[in-house]
């Protein structure tokens, strides 16, 4: 239960508006969380359901790929606007060249996720 007291731990001289940022992107990032974990679990779930009823339509299979794509892809568009609140509670350079990096690949995922999901849907 470590992990607990690490999750509500203050650091020492932390001013209010700096504690409201770090509870906020803690929300906003257990947020995206969440929504990713929903998907994948409403995703397996429709798998095995389409495994034992129907084992030959790989249309039904393209079509839970493509909700599941675009659960990913809002869970992590949460989980950038956490990084970004945090960047701007403490904006030193190396914070901010974290964040571009994170922003970069997550923008490339996103942008393969969208291209495969526009095929999916065209099928």
Same mark, same amino acid.
């Given at each position: 239960? #470590?992990?607990? #007291?690490?999750? /509500?731990?203050?650091? #020492?001289? +932390? +001013? %209010? %508006?700096a504690l409201l940022l770090m509870v906020i992107k803690k929300i906003i990032a257990l947020i995206g969380t969440i929504v990713i974990l929903w998907g994948a679990c409403v995703a397996i779930f429709q798998f095995i359901g389409h495994r034992q009823n129907a084992p030959k339509r790989m249309d039904t299979i393209d079509l839970i790929r493509l909700k599941f794509g675009r659960t990913i892809i809002l869970g992590l568009e949460f989980i950038v606007a956490a990084d970004v609140i945090a +960047? +701007?509670? *403490?904006?030193d350079y190396?914070? !901010?060249? !974290?964040? *571009?990096? %994170?922003?970069? !690949?997550?923008?490339? &995922?996103?942008? /393969?996720?969208?291209?495969? %999901? !526009? *095929? &999916?849907? $065209? $099928?």
């Open positions: 239960m #470590e992990w607990i #007291e690490n999750f /509500f731990l203050v650091p #020492e001289g +932390t +001013t %209010l %508006l +960047t +701007t509670s *403490a904006p190396y914070s !901010i060249g !974290i964040l *571009a990096s %994170l922003v970069g !690949i997550r923008t490339f &995922l996103t942008y /393969f996720m969208n291209r495969e %999901l !526009i *095929a &999916l849907s $065209k $099928k």
